[in-house]
């Protein structure tokens, strides 16, 4: 009988893909924290309009209640001062409960937790528009 069990509880987190903290609750990235990632980019970046190959992680929780703050990470190449592109860097934007983010840096893409979570694409930021 044991060995049936634990069995089946590894086929259970198999398929409910078991992890460890908050990387076990990663969920798509909502319209508003999709648009609190845009409107950064217009801001920071030296030339937004040119972002080209984005990918937008999944969302987690590291803190809930008045202090929630979640993470997110996007990848892109966007242009510099002289023209050029930067190349894709990996940046980390946190979100607080508001939709504030409270924090965006370039970090290497091999580091967590941004090198734990799953990217899909991001064409939202390929298509941004100049303010008229």
Do not use: W
């Not at 979570?117 to 941004?128: G, H, V």
Request: hydrophobic letters at 40%.
């Amino acid at each position: 009988m044991r060995p049936f069990l634990i069995a089946a509880v590894a086929a259970t987190c198999a398929l409910a893909a078991c992890q460890s903290g908050p990387y076990g609750t990663q969920r798509a990235a909502t319209s508003a924290e999709k648009h609190a990632f845009i409107q950064a980019a217009r801001n920071e970046l030296y030339d937004p309009f040119s972002i080209r190959n984005a990918e937008l992680s999944t969302v987690i929780t590291i803190d809930r209640g008045l202090n929630e703050r979640r993470v997110v990470c996007a990848r892109y190449d966007s242009k510099q001062k002289d023209g050029s592109f930067t190349g894709t860097e990996t940046h980390l934007v946190t979100i607080d409960a508001k939709n504030v983010i409270t924090a965006s840096i370039v970090v290497p893409a091999d580091e967590e937790p941004c090198s734990r979570l799953r990217f899909s694409p991001f064409p939202e930021a390929e298509r941004l528009k100049r303010r008229t």
